[in-house]
């Protein structure tokens, strides 16, 4: 799109058209391609599968919603002008070329801010079309990658396999990742697509090894796809040990699995029944991921010894011999209370925290009350609510210390008359019309939590389960 197509003419049909677009109708358009690309790929129908996937990648359709939301989640505001430029420009480049590509197309924005769509709007538009592909391929318990998939689920399957005690012991590591051109070649040879898909996937991957757009993140959907391709395959690998079999398998009349096996982005968990197969197990690992040039440090716990205690994302695992207590761990209560005191104080030139008296307490707890029914949603499977109970001792504690800096005498008549009201027998923090949540209650408005079971897809086209399931979780 080197031409200049934008003259005036054209910036009105396209200015008007982009307020006409019929948004829901593009996003169910990709999804029905994504649904054909998912079903041929589970048939092996590769041929088929590239050629949906192909549409995917040269569609315009793809392209404007790749843009709409990359520009929806930036700081910075575009034009629609500006919005139809990135969308009818955006083709695969060399990262060489892409700065002169840039001077070519005139835009009204820096090179800094269109590398940053650019990247991104590519990394978008990949995962749209090969997450299906792998969705279909996807190990039995694989979190992380998968669509309407979190961390919950990973949490809810360990936390049920341990319960239910068919296995002794729990083997868990996670390994780090950093892409490298010995991880492009892999990831090349695992990908069996159409030699176009292919070579835009190769393009992307050997230039974001530099990555100066500083979009390259490790929580990323893309980059946890990354990460499900390169370790496709070890599963499978462990479970048809013949020599592993031999060591751990169950007695005849079970009807157990040898192996239980849930994996989570970079995290790995195996559970097993002989202290044995504990050595062997881990040297297939380390071979396996040595073969992959990666590291995996794993961790075995003896799952009968009373009580076994562990963190996994977030969570803190405390194994009794009739329950698992869940917990949130230390340092992730830390994080949320940090947050909070992020909207309240901030550092001045010489580093001092000093709070912002300027901020209303209406204003303070319509910022923060985001953050605590994200946080509870979030630790919405916890067994207990006492954490929580103090949790919120500590934030009405916070908001206390942080608004009395604004009165010189009655402090405290002042801050019940002002701050406090009693709803529904409890006391709250309140101003005007804006009410501080509580983390209990949040926790007891979301306690119901729909499983994802490992063979349900988002394109297994039963549209009632995920519509209930994204239903309750929001």
């Known amino acids: 799109m080197c031409k200049d197509l934008f003259n005036d003419l054209t910036d009105t049909r396209l200015l008007s058209n982009w307020k006409k677009v019929t948004w829901d109708k593009k ?13 041929t790929a589970l048939q092996g129908d590769t041929l088929k599968m590239g050629q949906f996937q192909e549409m995917i990648l040269t569609s315009l359709t793809a392209k404007l919603v790749v843009i709409k939301e990359v520009t929806h989640g930036m700081n910075y505001s575009f034009d629609i002008k500006t919005k139809i430029q990135l969308a009818l420009s955006l083709k695969w480049m060399n990262s060489v070329s892409l700065y002169s ?20 709007s590519i990394r978008l538009l990949i995962f749209l079309f090969l997450e299906p592909q792998w969705e279909a391929y996807a190990e039995p318990c694989s979190f992380g990658s998968r669509s309407q998939s979190n961390k919950k689920d990973m949490i809810v399957y360990l936390a049920n396999q ?5 296995y002794n012991y729990f083997l868990l590591g996670s ?47 893309l980059n946890a796809l990354l990460m499900n391709m ?31 096996c849930v994996s989570y982005r970079n995290y790995l968990g195996i559970f097993y029944s002989k202290h044995l197969t504990t050595q062997w197990v881990m040297y297939l690992l380390e071979y396996s991921f040595t073969r992959l040039y990666l590291q995996y440090s794993p961790i075995s716990y003896n799952l009968n010894s009373f009580p076994t205690a562990f963190n996994l994302l977030g969570f803190s695992f405390n194994v009794k011999s009739n329950y698992i207590k869940l917990t949130p761990t230390l340092n992730s209560q830390k994080k949320f209370i940090y947050q909070i005191r992020q909207v309240l104080y901030k550092k001045d030139f010489l580093g001092r925290t000093r709070g912002l008296t300027h901020l209303s307490l209406q204003e303070a707890i319509i910022k923060i009350n985001p953050i605590i029914s994200s946080w509870a949603w ?12 103090m ?42 019309k804006q009410v501080l949540k509580l983390l209990t209650l949040e926790y007891k408005k979301n306690q119901r939590y729909n499983i994802l079971y490992s063979h349900r897809s988002i394109y297994d086209q039963d549209k009632l389960y995920w519509v209930y399931r994204s239903k309750l979780h929001k």
């Open 391 to 432: 949790l919120d001792e500590i934030i009405n504690n916070t908001i206390y210390r942080w608004q009395i800096k604004k009165y010189k005498k009655n402090i405290r008549n002042k801050w019940i008359n002002q701050c406090i009201r009693y709803i529904n027998n409890q006391r709250r923090i309140a101003e005007g």
């Open 101 to 120: 590509y840039w001077e070519q197309l005139n835009l009204e924005i820096s090179y800094s801010t269109f590398s940053t769509v650019y990247y991104k």
């Open 27 to 39: 996003y169910r358009l990709i999804y029905t391609l994504q649904e054909k690309i998912y079903l």
């Open 162 to 166: 341990i319960k239910q005690q068919p």
């Open 378 to 389: 979030n630790y919405q499977i916890i067994t207990k609510s006492k954490d929580l109970e």
């Open 175 to 221: 390994f780090t990742y950093q892409l490298k051109a010995t991880h492009i070649n892999l990831l090349i040879k695992k990908i069996h697509n159409t030699d176009l898909v292919k070579e835009c996937i190769e393009n992307y991957l050997r230039s974001s090894l530099n990555d100066e757009s500083g979009t390259y993140s490790n929580n990323d959907l």
């Open 230 to 260: 390169l370790t496709h395959g070890i599963k499978y690998h462990l479970a048809n040990n013949k020599l592993i079999k031999n060591l751990d398998a169950p007695k005849a009349s079970s009807l157990t699995n040898s192996f239980f």
